[in-house]
């Protein structure tokens, strides 16, 4: 089967660096996807990564270790709006795209 | 910027009813899915669509569940004899290919009383 773990809840501040960390497990793997998710809003795409390493776009970098079956998200200089809810998804070897989400990430920036 | 639309925003169904969900993908995808996300809980897979068949479906897409596309641009959701458990927004996603990233529309959110 296919699973994610990940934090329920982050807290940080504004201007801080703030990292979510996800682990899976599938059979087969073809990549780690982050969400990020507002209140009562769509999950929007913030990044993808199906080699190891770093990507990084604008203030958000995600990691990926394929033999780990690790990967985390950073935040940096992070603002109010970054309230929300982060959502790490994996695509497995399962033949018809499905792509599985973990429980998601509630961040909280206070000022 | 192309958006994956979805109408109605929200729906209230009797228990019992059918009721079918509409979608616009983005015109040059070709790969479609549906998802459904509980109040307060996780994103959860229902089907994917390509080439005009299911390409796969999970355990919570029974025979209650069928999906259509009937034109060159809509793609459909229907849910047979609703129950007050399939209250939930339902997200339609669409992506150029398989492995490039989902966009995802703005919801409907489905109440069943």
């Known amino acids: 089967g296919q699973s994610l773990e990940q934090p329920s809840e982050v807290t940080a501040v504004e201007g801080a660096i703030v990292q979510i960390n996800c682990t899976y497990q599938t059979s087969g793997f073809y990549g780690l996807s982050w969400y990020q998710q507002h209140d009562g809003g769509a999950p929007t795409f913030l990044s993808y990564n199906a080699l190891d390493g770093l990507e990084e776009t604008g203030r958000f970098s995600s990691f990926l270790s394929r033999s780990d079956s690790y990967g985390y998200l950073l935040l940096q200089e992070l603002q109010m709006k970054d309230s929300a809810s982060y959502f790490c998804a994996v695509r497995g070897d399962t033949g018809g795209f499905k792509t599985i989400f973990g429980a998601g990430t509630r961040l909280f920036v206070k000022a | 910027e192309p958006e994956v639309t979805q109408t109605p925003s929200h729906q209230v169904t009797q228990m019992g009813q059918e009721v079918i969900l509409r979608c616009v993908p983005i015109s040059n995808h070709l790969y479609f899915y549906w998802y459904r996300q509980i109040l307060g809980q996780k994103v959860e897979f229902l089907v994917s669509?390509?080439?005009?068949?299911?390409?796969?479906k999970s355990e919570i897409f029974d025979d209650q569940f069928s999906v259509e596309r009937p034109d060159g641009s809509n793609f459909t959701l229907k849910i047979r004899s609703t129950k007050l458990e399939d209250s939930a927004m339902y997200f339609c996603a669409s992506s150029e290919r398989w492995n490039t990233e989902a966009f995802f529309g703005q919801g409907t959110r489905l109440t069943v009383v």
């Open positions: 669509f390509y080439n005009n068949e299911i390409s796969e």
